[in-house]
């Protein structure tokens, strides 16, 4: 039976914050639809565009025999992480920074590529992101040609073949307007919403005879009405003309 009733009080307060959050509901949407807005209006105006340039490799094992066999497939696409691991090397990127004459160090060089494997291929994706489309083309083509000569050096590969050469970005990738704008709006539409339950929950006056029964449990006998300042100025005023009559 104590379990109910805890389980009845946690119902009625949820109702009671929906109900509150319901009443609010002009103020919540407005607010959301203004940071929408202001999201929007930051990620079309303000954020720099980032270009992405991608360039695929594919890795082949050295092997005796001119015939390429399951096997060495097999080996291969086990081998992929380890070729992805090499490609964002210290080493390669550094080479990189170095023939490109670029301002920056390793670690933002390293930010700006990802390297993905898709799943039973030795084929390897490099993405460079760039706010030049022109410089993530040159950087990435560039990141090919270093990794590949460090590949075949270090895991002892027959060769590196060219799947595509890096692309010239025409469009950009980021920031994405829809996504900023919807998480602009539901960030602000959710601020607002904690804000509000905030100030409910702090709020511990009395305002009904409700809550008297509710938080005191005690019985109300009978409700005094407060006439407001207006009621009151306007029964002075139609006392004072009667007077005067």
């Known amino acids: ?21 319901l009443g609010q509901i002009g103020m919540i949407l407005s607010v959301g639809i203004l940071t929408a807005l202001v999201a929007f209006m930051v990620s079309k105006f303000v954020l720099s565009p980032v270009y992405e340039s991608t360039t695929k490799i594919y890795i082949l094992n050295k092997t005796d025999t001119s ?19 090499l ?23 390293l930010a700006k590529v990802s390297v993905d494997t898709p799943t039973d291929t030795r084929i390897v ?14 950087i ?9 000569e ?8 027959e060769a590196v ?33 904690i804000i509000v339950l905030i100030r409910y929950l702090m709020d511990d006056t009395i305002k009904s005879s409700e809550d008297v029964e509710k938080y005191l ?16 100025r306007s029964t002075k005023k139609s006392k004072k003309k009667k007077i005067k009559r």
Not at 170 to 188: F, N, Q, R, S, Y
């Open 87 to 109: 490609i964002s090397s210290r080493y390669v990127l550094e080479e990189v920074i170095q023939i490109l004459a670029l301002d920056m160090d390793y670690q933002e060089m």
């Open 140 to 148: 990435a083509n560039c990141i090919r040609e270093a990794a590949s």
């Open 150 to 157: 460090h590949i075949q050096n270090v895991m002892d590969i």
């Open 161 to 193: 073949n060219v799947v595509e050469t890096a692309n010239m970005p025409t469009e950009k990738a980021g920031p994405k307007c829809g996504l900023w704008t919807i998480m602009g709006g539901v960030a602000g539409a959710a601020l607002i919403c």
């Open 217 to 232: 449990g005690l019985s109300t006998l009978a409700l005094i009405p407060m006439a407001s300042d207006d009621n009151s």
């Open 67 to 85: 015939s390429v066999t399951y096997s060495d497939v097999q080996m291969g696409t086990q081998l992929t992480k380890d070729y992805a691991q």
């Open 125 to 138: 994706s490099i993405t460079v992101e760039d706010h030049d489309p022109v410089q993530a083309m040159k």
């Open 1 to 21: 039976m104590e379990n109910q009733r805890n389980n009845d009080v946690i119902e009625i307060d949820l109702l009671e914050l929906f109900h509150v959050l």
